[in-house]
């Protein structure tokens, strides 16, 4: 009798997941045409600029694939996702609200040839990794492999971790949104890692929100492949990659041993690795983190030659190994 019961169980979790991916893609897919007609109407585009390295493309290209972003997770998290506690759904939805709204002013400055101060961006993300942190969703420890017993942090370097990485995260993400189809990308495949790794964890809230993210960054590359149809600007950037670094979180580092704490570092390899060494480069050379520029590897990789296509398939198959190593680090752990 309980084998029956299993499998009708595990069926159903199959369909759950399915159909919250199938009905996050179909709404940024549905909704990302009506927005960008909307973006020329309001003159919320990214203009091309001659003679700078990090605007490649030739035409205005919309900023509105975020809002379409949005509507697609926030609807999907609603209907699919079952948190323990209506405080950890707000923080999660309200923090992402905030990170997008903020992301928002940033491209809407950007439009308009200004620049918006970094403090203020900084500030409104890191507000909401703290919500995040208030909630319970939080970077408690790990469990030590030799004794089995768990290492509990400090409470402070718990706050410390926990909003350094969602902002660290969603930072590394927004650098990475340089090229058409990257960011984009990059995304889906470490959203599906971390979808694996939850469900291999069985952590059921982590992985609908994973799928939910695969499915609205799947949708978006429709648009988002070269040559790019519409943008998801810092707006869209930067709320994947909080959404992204809540999952790891709460999915990934939940429970991890100190071998395992590395899983979800390495499936955000491409972002946080390149960023790692763009940040440490801007430092040494006495430049602010937050200043842009063309030190990204698919900066550096266009200038050996490669064509931007060239360059997302390289960048994207590099994350997907990160991705794999990840998992198979999984294994190797469980089986420990």
């Given amino acids: 009798m309980i084998l029956p019961v299993v499998l009708f169980s595990w069926e159903g979790c199959i369909i759950s997941y399915l159909a919250a991916f199938l009905l996050s893609f179909t709404i940024v897919l549905l909704f990302i045409p009506p927005l960008r007609r909307l973006a ?3 003159d919320f585009v990214d203009k091309p600029k001659p003679g700078v390295e990090r605007k490649i493309h030739r035409e205005p290209i919309p900023l509105t694939a975020s809002i379409a972003i949005f509507i697609g997770f926030v609807v999907s998290f609603v209907i699919f996702v079952q948190e323990e506690s209506w405080l950890r759904t707000g923080a999660v939805l309200g923090g992402g609200l905030m990170v997008l709204g903020i992301g928002m002013v940033d491209d809407w400055f950007k439009t308009h040839g200004k620049e918006f101060p970094a403090l203020p961006k900084m500030l409104v993300q890191m507000t909401a990794a703290v919500l995040v942190y208030q909630s ?3 970077f408690y420890g790990f469990s030590n492999p030799l004794t ?3 290492v509990l942090l400090p409470a402070w370097l718990q706050f410390v971790l926990t909003v350094l990485w969602i902002f660290g995260v969603t930072t590394v993400i927004n650098f990475t949104d340089g090229m058409d189809g990257l960011a984009g990308g990059i995304s889906a495949i470490s959203a599906v890692t971390l979808f ?3 469900l291999a964890k069985g952590q059921s809230e982590s992985a609908m929100i994973a799928i939910i993210l695969v499915g609205a960054a799947i949708a978006y590359l429709r648009y988002n492949k070269p040559p ?3 943008f998801m600007g810092d707006a869209g950037a930067t709320f994947l990659g909080f959404m992204l670094g ?7 580092f939940k429970g991890a041993t100190v071998l395992s704490v590395f899983i979800p570092i390495l499936a955000l390899g491409v972002p ?5 060494f763009v940040v440490v480069k801007r430092l040494l050379a006495g430049k602010p983190i937050y200043q842009a520029d063309a030190t990204q590897a698919h900066y550096r990789l266009l200038r050996t030659g490669l064509n ?3 360059v997302v398939l390289f960048l994207c198959l590099i994350n997907t190994c990160f991705g794999l190593t990840s998992i198979v680090l999984l294994l190797i752990d469980g089986k420990s």
Avoid: E, M, S
């Fill in 40 to 42: 020329f109407r309001f």
């Fill in 136 to 138: 319970g969703i939080v």
């Fill in 148 to 150: 089995g017993t768990d």
């Fill in 196 to 198: 694996v790794v939850a």
């Fill in 228 to 230: 790019a149809q519409v």
């Fill in 246 to 252: 809540v999952v790891a979180l709460d999915g990934a």
């Fill in 272 to 276: 946080i690795f390149d960023n790692v």
């Fill in 308 to 310: 931007p296509k060239q």
